[in-house]
């Protein structure tokens, strides 16, 4: 399995002259985005190189023998030629070009009478010869939709196998005059490897890749403006991805499906009212989130097999939230646009049934009042025991409330009310709660750093646990954060440093310390090929990690101001070819340098 950026290297590797004749494949599940992939990010990236690769995009859909597969590769080329911008005086090229665009591959061999002097064809040459000759030496051909080869055969209800391995003959005939007879690189498309005959596997098909995209970045290309709609305190596409993960599978078109109704969904009050608890918006999104994806399969049997299958105990829940989202079940199975205050109504139900945090934090926190007055019963102690941990082990606790949890706990536990194993519950509960989301844990402990310290007044309060869980949480937060800022980034695109501002901001919001998980030397490095939209960007996430770093910790100050540091020595060093974005890196510079984050800023 590989990324979007190994992909693209194994191409290169495969486009050099001289390799062997042979195909290549790209494989990934359904709607993945592999179409979408090779049309436009590996076109654009190919055709940007120096040494421009042409890229011809035609599907074996309905294909039925060689002949008509070199018709579509031909009819491709054509149309790629014909969307090159012309130079006024270009009257040959022109005159191929208007004749080309009504003309197919049978049509251009008689039209070689006429134009032979431009092209170089004679009119008796083959299809496979002239397009041999018709198309540029540096190209790429792809084939996609390989497991639809036989499309046209079983939709006329031709099943007979002889049929099929004549078809899948035919198939193999066109590759080998394309590969092994005239040189092309082609690369071929499918959901499996398996899609493809074994004789052409074996033979013909020498590297293989596996799609499968990054979730981040595929959530951003997709979703991108529905997710602006919606608060960020929220985390959209953090509960997007989660949500995907949980049905199994990281899909393209599924997202595409539940657009219109994010887009619905953004507008709701449920959603923008911050009176109603955080954790009941992003816990009930999530679990919605999670509804809609499976909702947009539509109600089809899954085998075991099925990275979508559910159990008869979770598919009877699933059927449940989609009847209490009446709304998600019209538009999803009868295709019925609901109204914004039906569907904010929809949500607020479905909020009180399947989320109701509120009440068991309610109750847990009026119970951790009580403990702290030591002035209980021990059945009221044991009652409050039992709604505290029922809380935690519900993760319906709010992340700030874990420390003075764990020390209620800790003094029932020092009287005789709760036992060793309630107290290790209780931990294990909260470090459930403090990996779920590294940025939300990183947030609340720098929001109440008091309360997740280990020294106190009294032994009762002296906790290690409480500082190996905020350890644990913050260690955790900078494994995923270099990652996180790097997903969907390529280094050589002039844009990257646009792409990791938007990162910073999806993932870490109003605390983007992520910045810094990536070292000023790589950091200095894509400012030395970003464009100026790029290089302002970052800009504007680097000012706002410093305004935010003010109210944070000595330690993270401490960070930002040696990153600030080592930063503007290396950009000091840049000198790129443009007068504004060297103008732009010497702004940046100097604000690194003069607006560091110091002791005297703190207390001012």
């Known amino acids: 399995m590989a990324n979007t950026d190994e992909i693209k290297n194994h191409i290169n590797e495969y486009l050099e002259p001289g390799k062997s004749h042979h195909?290549?494949?790209?494989?990934?599940?359904?709607?993945?985005?592999?179409?979408?992939?090779?049309?436009?990010?590996?076109?654009?990236?190919?055709?940007?190189?120096?040494?421009?690769?042409?890229?011809?995009?035609?599907?074996?859909?309905?294909?039925?023998?060689p002949d008509e597969l070199m018709e579509r590769i031909a009819t491709a080329y054509i149309n790629e030629l014909a969307s090159i911008e012309e130079l006024p005086d270009d009257s040959k090229k022109k005159k191929l070009l208007n004749e080309a665009r009504k003309s197919s591959l049978g049509f251009l061999k008689n039209l070689t009478k006429k134009v032979g002097k431009a092209s170089g064809a004679l009119p008796s040459l083959s299809d496979s010869a002239f397009l041999s000759l018709m198309l540029p030496k540096r190209a790429l051909i792809i084939i996609d939709d390989l497991e639809r080869r036989a499309f046209s055969l079983l939709h006329n209800n031709d099943l007979d196998a002889g049929d099929n391995e004549e078809f899948d003959d035919a198939l193999f005939s066109a590759l080998c005059r394309l590969v092994e007879e005239h040189g092309h690189k082609v690369l071929l498309v499918a959901n499996s490897s398996?899609?493809?005959?074994?004789?052409?596997?074996?033979?013909?098909?020498?590297?293989?890749?596996?799609?499968?995209?990054?979730?981040?970045?595929?959530?951003?290309?997709?979703?991108?403006?529905?997710?602006?709609?919606?608060?960020?305190?929220?985390?959209?596409?953090?509960q997007i991805i989660s949500a995907q993960s949980h049905t199994g599978k990281c899909n393209a078109r599924r997202l595409v499906r539940i657009r219109p109704m994010l887009e619905l969904m953004a507008q709701c009050d449920f959603f923008k009212d911050n009176e109603i608890d955080s954790a009941i918006r992003i816990d009930t999104l999530k679990d919605v989130l999670y509804v809609a994806l499976r909702a947009s399969d539509g109600e089809k049997e899954e085998s075991k097999n099925d990275d979508n299958w559910l159990t008869e105990e979770e598919f009877e829940q699933y059927q449940s939230k989609l009847n209490t989202l009446k709304c998600f079940k019209l538009f999803f199975v009868e295709g019925v646009k609901p109204n914004i205050d039906g569907l904010n109504n929809n949500l607020v139900r479905f909020a009180q049934r399947y989320h109701p945090q509120s009440q068991k934090e309610q109750i847990a926190l009026a119970a951790l009042n009580s403990i702290r007055c030591r002035a209980f019963e021990d059945e009221d102690g044991e009652q409050y025991l039992r709604a505290i941990i029922d809380a935690l082990d519900s993760e319906e606790m709010d992340i700030s409330n874990i420390p003075n949890v764990l020390r209620a706990i800790n003094l029932l536990r020092s009287i005789g009310i709760a036992s060793r194993s309630d107290y290790e519950q209780a931990v294990q509960a909260s470090k459930r709660l403090l990996t779920n989301n590294s940025s939300f844990s990183r947030s609340a402990i720098n929001e109440d750093q008091i309360a997740w310290q280990v020294v106190h007044v009294d032994d009762v309060n002296r906790l290690d646990a409480i500082d190996s869980l905020r350890e644990m949480a913050l260690q955790k937060f900078k494994d995923e954060a270099y990652p996180r800022m790097m997903a969907g980034v390529d280094d050589a695109d002039e844009e990257a440093g646009l792409r990791i501002a938007q990162n910073a901001d999806a993932w870490f919001g109003p605390d983007p310390i992520g910045?810094?998980?990536?070292?000023?030397?790589?950091?200095?490095?894509?400012?030395?090929?970003?464009?100026?939209?790029?290089?302002?960007?970052?800009?504007?996430?680097?000012?706002?990690?410093?305004?935010?770093?003010?109210?944070?910790?000595?330690?993270?100050?401490?960070?930002?101001?040696?990153?600030?540091?080592?930063?503007?020595?290396?950009?000091?060093?840049?000198?790129?070819?443009?007068?504004?974005?060297?103008?732009?890196?010497?702004?940046?510079?100097?604000?690194?340098?003069?607006?560091?984050?110091?002791?005297?800023?703190?207390?001012?």
Request: proline content about 3%.
């Open 194 to 238: 398996d899609a493809i005959p074994a004789d052409i596997m074996e033979k013909l098909v020498w590297d293989r890749q596996e799609f499968k995209p990054d979730p981040a970045e595929l959530v951003d290309r997709i979703l991108a403006e529905n997710i602006r709609g919606f608060p960020q305190s929220l985390k959209v596409e953090e």
């Open 23 to 65: 195909a290549m494949i790209l494989y990934g599940e359904w709607g993945s985005g592999k179409s979408y992939f090779v049309r436009n990010d590996l076109k654009t990236y190919l055709e940007g190189r120096e040494d421009s690769i042409a890229v011809i995009y035609t599907t074996a859909a309905g294909f039925t023998d």
């Open 515 to 604: 910045l810094t998980a990536i070292s000023p030397d790589e950091f200095g490095d894509f400012f030395k090929t970003a464009n100026a939209v790029s290089i302002h960007a970052l800009w504007n996430a680097i000012v706002r990690m410093n305004n935010e770093g003010i109210q944070s910790k000595a330690r993270s100050r401490e960070q930002v101001k040696k990153w600030n540091k080592e930063l503007a020595e290396i950009l000091s060093q840049v000198d790129v070819d443009s007068k504004m974005r060297n103008y732009l890196i010497g702004q940046l510079c100097e604000y690194l340098q003069n607006n560091t984050v110091t002791a005297e800023q703190v207390q001012t």
